[in-house]
């Protein structure tokens, strides 16, 4: 396919993240990217974890350019968004240093806008906002090759990586709508139907209780019911 569509296909990517899973060794890694080369005419790389590529410098002999997956949401030690571009852009330039003139493509950065906290890695549709903003304006400036995961939400990976999984990209899935424009205001709450809707069903609570003559508790109900409208609005 590659070869009839060379107009179309840039290169040829043999292998993601294999290494990091364990899946196979470098040794086969190295076999699969020669066979790859000899069978095709586009340029041929391997696609892994920033640290697998700096421990394995026999795959930077095989392919034609380095592809390198930079995701501070997912390092070891999880960096929070105040600090992301900073992380990025040392870890940036460590590769190109240690690879010399070999070319290098960040083949996977991004930010989710949901899901669970890992530490200080706080998902959120600003702070997803706010990253692909400055990444994309600092990878121009030091003219970075790239590729931002991810276009379209992926839910199905909800069961491998848990929620935050199926939030990392641009695009909702389904609707295919923008999760947020690339300039202007970001908000993260649209709709105030969450604190609205617990309102009004603590004060339904308060009213059945009220008529099982249970009137102290329903005060009690009432105001803890308001404070929490008010604070899910806040």
Known sequence: ???DNADVVRALIVGNEVLLRRERTPA?????IRDAKARTQVP???ADVWEFWTRHD???????????HILPF???EPVDIDHALTHVADIRRQVGIHFGTKPV??????WPSAGRQREQSRPSLVNQARYI??????????????NIIEAIDQPWKRRLEGTVGGHWGLLEAGSLHPKFALAGAVVE????FGPIGGALLGGLIACLLAATGRRTRCLRVSALTACGAVGGVI
């Open 44 to 46: 041929v790389t391997y």
């Open 133 to 146: 903003r400055e990444f994309v304006h600092q990878a121009h400036q030091e003219g970075w090759d790239y």
């Open 74 to 76: 997912w390092e070891d």
């Open 58 to 68: 026999e795959l930077a002999a095989e392919v034609d350019f380095v592809t390198v």
């Open 1 to 3: 396919l590659a070869n």
């Open 105 to 110: 493509l960040i083949g996977e950065t991004g």
């Open 189 to 192: 709450r649209e709709s105030l």
């Open 28 to 32: 086969e890694m190295q076999a699969l």
